[in-house]
C-alpha cells in the first residue's frame, strides 16, 4: 500500500502562493488516483482536487477552481497542489490521499483509502 507524507506548508499573507507537495511510499504510485483535501477544526474534512492515476482527469472543488492547480509526477512520486490568490479560507490542514486507479478523479473523500498526516497551511489577513 502506498503511504503519503505531505510537505510545504506554512503561513502566507492575503493574495500570496504556496505550493504543497506529497511524496508516495510503499507502493506504486502511477496506480493510484490521488487527491488533496482539507480540513479546519470542528468540520470535516473537504475535498479540494484530485488527479486520475495517469493524470488525464482532474477535480477541484468550486471553491477553489481557477486559483489551485493539481499534478503529479510519476517519475518522482510526487503529487504537487499549487495555490495561487490565497484566501484566509483557504487556511486549513491539508492532506494528501491515494485511492483506486479510475479514469475519473473522484471528488468523494471516500474514494481515497491512505491518507497522510498532514500540513498546516494559514493565509493571514
Known amino acids: 500500500q502506498v503511504l503519503p507524507l505531505e510537505s510545504g506548508g506554512g503561513l502566507v499573507q492575503t493574495g500570496d502562493s504556496l505550493r504543497l507537495s506529497c511524496a508516495a511510499s510503499?507502493?506504486?504510485?502511477?496506480?493510484?488516483?490521488m487527491a488533496w483535501s482539507r480540513q479546519t477544526p470542528g468540520k470535516e474534512r473537504a475535498f479540494v482536487a484530485a488527479i486520475n492515476w495517469y493524470g488525464g482527469s482532474t477535480t477541484y472543488a468550486d471553491s477553489v477552481k481557477g486559483r489551485f492547480t493539481i499534478s503529479r509526477d510519476d517519475a518522482k512520486n510526487t503529487l504537487s497542489l499549487q495555490m495561487n490568490s490565497l484566501k484566509p479560507e483557504d487556511t486549513a490542514v491539508y492532506y494528501c490521499a491515494a485511492g483506486t486507479a479510475k479514469p475519473r478523479a473522484g471528488a468523494m473523500t471516500y474514494e481515497y483509502d491512505y491518507w497522510g498526516q498532514g500540513t498546516q497551511v494559514t493565509v493571514s489577513s
Open positions: 510503499g507502493g506504486t504510485f502511477s496506480n493510484y488516483n
